[in-house]
């Protein structure tokens, strides 16, 4: 969620510190904040809002020092402002924290009692307070980290500078990722490796419970039980290169026009022209032999997911349960003996996804997972990692993630029915030809902006907007009210089409937009007798299908968007297109920070 930022280097840091917030900007937006050390005292300056306004302060009251930490903030404790942003400060100590102190009112109430003061309501203060606190009673440096470290209940990644010290930055993870950057006579600290991309490309990532001490030369690692360890270093596959909008008026718009391109890097790994066949890397485990799939995911991630659940049971034969991975992680769901975890997750960090996947491992699971990170916690945590081409997703509304994702799930479905014998080679190339066709497909699609465009224009004047949908359309007209809602803030409801006449046709008049998402498939009948039955309630229908379902369809419909005539298996992620331009075009129109999306961030890494 918050995004750390350390550099203890040999020149000026604030300006390097205020490059890497903005890369970091996708993990909170409401504040952010630096702090250096300059001439052995604690300097500081936070702004409420975008980091524009960080800058701005900077400009007009400077900083300087060559060892500093910021911070971009998603606020849990303490509403977004100025006070509450970080870093938060003493005389003493300086620090950052992406988490949550789960315990911090019990300990802010103990230092309350001893005499100390706060400014903020945020938990992060306390632990800054209770360093400090250890310090002032003659603790050395580093047992006093430690010491407030085995205080600290919850979920933390933390970096720590300490006045009279140019030289000496503390990180900290439990929970929260953390990584370590290696420089040349430089060393870094932050949440993720696209952070310090620009600054170095080894990359050390601190495990479950680890500490760090770093100076210029180089860190020791230390674990939960202060032993000193080593952590690999890799080589990051991040880009340092500055990620831009090319020309297009939001990240969310580039990144909705590049998934015909993300789509096929994805492909590639696991496609074969020559033999039309799917192929897997190599499992370490029997995918014929596994009894069940649990699918585990939040949000978009989870839509994905639940195509999955249909392609997997309809074609591998495979049984698959699906649940949030915030109520995974704690209903105690029994698993099976050889069963296989299959979490699904753009960034690989959030919080509840890793739990439940840590929870499947504890249950003797196979652990695969879909990412879009490869370096992220989820793909380190993974026995396989099936991995999505989508490149850096900036926008905080999921597009081409969640088309990759589908992608990746398509090709596991291929491989799973094959390996179980569940279908022939036939069948195996049909499908192997439609995932291969989806490329350029989805640039037909993409084809249909303008007049998606010009729909949008109902869709932004509706308080609630309905979606609809049957088999794999249904996570599809979810997706699309996640992405309206999220983007638009207009209310809206995704239903499996059939579900309407056991409540939510009450809803239906003239002032409810229903986007029908109707393929031409087996259930295509049945979906169109539902959005019949919404037009004879004087519901206004946006009807999404392919040339023969809108001709049965009879011009009934307010409007409709015409995608090519495909194979129903890949129909669910062509479909996703026009429900994310009709999100995209609405929320321009209603003027929202469609990049930015209020109460937001893109990584959540607190459960
Ligand atoms: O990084 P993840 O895929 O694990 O993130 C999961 C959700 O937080 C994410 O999909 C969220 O729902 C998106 N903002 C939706 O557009």
Redo the contacts with the bound molecule.
């Keep these: 969620m918050c995004g750390i930022i350390g550099i203890v280097g040999r020149e000026p840091c604030v300006p390097l510190l205020v490059d890497g917030l903005k890369r970091l900007e996708y993990r909170g937006y409401d504040s952010a904040g630096v702090a250096t050390v300059e001439n052995g005292l604690i300097r500081r300056r936070r702004a409420e809002g975008r980091i524009s306004r960080l800058e701005a302060k900077l400009r007009d009251r400077p900083i300087g020092g060559t060892i500093g930490i910021g911070h971009t903030r998603w606020a849990t404790h303490g509403i977004p402002n100025e006070i509450n942003a970080h870093p938060h400060i003493t005389d003493r100590v300086a620090l950052v924290h992406n988490g949550i102190i789960e315990n911090f009112q019990e300990l802010k109430d103990e230092l309350l009692a001893g005499g100390r003061r706060f400014d903020s309501d945020t938990d992060t203060e306390v632990v800054a307070a209770l360093l400090t606190d250890h310090m002032e009673r003659g603790m050395p440096l580093r047992d006093a980290v430690r010491a407030t470290l085995d205080r600290l209940h919850g979920a933390f990644a933390l970096a720590i500078v300490f006045a009279g010290e140019e030289e000496l930055m503390i990180g900290a993870r439990r929970g929260s990722p953390l990584a370590v950057g290696y420089g040349d006579g430089e060393m870094f600290l932050g949440s993720d490796a696209l952070a310090l991309a620009p600054l170095t490309r080894r990359i050390g990532y601190l495990e479950e419970g680890d500490w760090v001490v770093i100076d210029r030369k180089g860190a020791t690692v230390y674990d939960a039980a202060g032993g000193t360890v080593e952590r690999r270093i890799v080589e990051t596959a991040a880009s340092g290169a500055p990620i831009g909008k090319a020309g297009y008026r939001h990240f969310m718009l580039k990144e909705i026009y590049e998934q015909p391109t993300a789509i096929g890097d994805t492909l590639q790994s696991f496609f074969n022209p020559a033999g039309q066949t799917v192929n897997l890397p190599d499992l370490p485990f029997d995918l014929a032999a596994v009894p069940r799939i649990t699918v585990a995911?939040?949000?978009?991630?989870y839509y994905a997911g639940l195509v999955a659940k249909y392609w997997l049971e309809r074609i591998a034969r495979i049984p698959v349960e699906i649940d949030l991975a915030s109520e995974l992680r704690y209903r105690e769901a029994p698993m099976p003996e050889g069963g296989m975890m299959l979490v699904?997750?753009?960034?690989?960090?959030?919080a509840d996804?890793l739990a439940a996947l840590r929870y499947a491992r504890a249950q003797g699971q196979h652990v695969v997972s879909v990412v879009n990170v490869p370096e992220s916690s989820i793909a380190r945590e993974s026995d396989v990692v099936l991995p999505t081409k989508a490149g850096p997703e900036i926008g905080?509304?999921?597009t081409k993630?969640f088309t990759t994702q589908l992608t990746t799930l398509a090709c596991l479905a291929i491989s799973a029915a094959v390996a179980r014998g569940a279908i022939d080679h036939a069948r195996e190339a049909a499908l192997s030809r439609s995932i291969a066709e989806v490329p350029s497909r989805a640039a037909e699609v993409l084809a249909h902006d303008d007049a998606i465009r010009d729909i949008a224009e109902t869709v932004a004047a509706a308080r609630d907007v309905l979606y609809l949908g049957r088999g794999t359309a249904y996570p599809i007209a979810l997706e699309g009210a996640?992405?309206l809602k999220?983007i638009s803030y207009i209310h809206a409801e995704g239903y499996a089409s059939g579900e309407m006449k056991h409540g939510p046709i009450a809803l239906i008049d003239d002032s409810v937009p229903v986007i029908v998402v109707a393929p031409s498939d087996a259930l295509f009948d049945k979906t169109a007798s539902n959005t019949e039955e919404v037009i004879a309630r004087g519901g206004k229908v946006i009807f999404l299908s392919d040339r023969p379902g809108i001709e049965r369809l009879g011009g009934k419909a307010t409007a409709t968007v015409e995608l090519p005539l495909v194979d129903s298996f890949v129909a669910p992620i062509l479909y996703a297109l026009p429900v994310q331009l009709l999100a995209y075009h609405a929320a321009v129109i209603r003027g929202t920070d469609v990049d930015r999306p209020r109460n937001?961030a893109?990584?959540?890494t607190v459960e």
């Design positions: 995911a939040c949000g978009t991630a699904v997750s753009q960034s690989g960090e959030t996804t905080v509304a999921s993630a996640l992405k999220e937001l893109k990584s959540v």
